[in-house]
């Protein structure tokens, strides 16, 4: 796919590896798309993998890794907040030489997990816990919290994570009044 050309082509790091997973997600006979910036791979038009490069290692992410049986203990949940994907982490392609097959047997399993119709099941917005801070500013105004309420699931658990990660207090005060603006004109935290 030319997106994918160009993509390999721009990148200053990874090159060797992202062209190597590329290879092998082709050779698993899945179909090439260019989504969110980056190389992904589908079974039926639904999402199995995505290639992406960071700063310390290139990985290859299962969008329902979560469901994967995980046999070699290889799969990283990326951050404690993220519920469904999962990576395998690469420092140099030596490494996706040597897990060749593995990864390949990774790939069908997510194909299967497709085909199976299975879903993860994801943490309600309710679910979260909403800060005490927060709690606090919806007493004092209401409206705001009526536009907190009015956005949509996504981006409120987007800000109760934000606040939520503050270890401190005023921390989780301050960033709420820097974010008031935001949520009464109905944006996400990064929108």
């Known amino acids: 796919m030319e997106k994918v050309d160009r993509y390999i082509e721009k990148i ?3 090159k060797e590896e992202t062209t190597l997973l590329r290879e092998i997600c082709l050779e698993c ?3 090439e798309d260019f989504k969110w910036m980056h190389p992904c791979y589908t ?3 639904k999402n199995i993998v995505l290639i992406h490069g ?3 290692y290139c990985a290859l992410l299962f969008h329902k890794g979560v469901l994967l049986n995980d046999a070699e203990n290889i799969l990283v949940q990326q951050t404690e907040n993220v519920q469904s994907a999962r990576q395998i982490r690469f420092g140099h392609k030596e490494r996706i030489i040597d897990l060749k097959a593995v990864i390949k047997t990774y790939i069908f399993e997510a ?3 497709e085909k199976a119709g299975l879903v993860v099941k994801m943490k309600k917005t309710s679910e979260y816990e909403v800060p005490q801070e927060l709690k606090q500013e919806f007493e004092v105004d209401p409206n705001f919290k009526t536009a907190f309420y009015n956005l949509t699931p ?3 658990r987007g800000y109760l994570l934000y606040f939520s990660e503050a270890k401190q207090s005023k921390t989780r005060t301050s960033r709420i009044e820097k974010t ?3 949520i009464f004109e109905g944006n ?3 929108g």
Request: net charge positive; hydrophobic share 30%; proline share 4%.
């Open 154 to 156: 996504g981006r409120q």
């Open 54 to 56: 960071f700063k310390e």
């Open 29 to 31: 006979n899945l179909e």
């Open 43 to 45: 079974f039926q038009g």
């Open 188 to 190: 996400g935290l990064n």
């Open 180 to 182: 008031k603006p935001k």
């Open 12 to 14: 200053k790091n990874w």
């Open 111 to 113: 194909i299967e997990v």
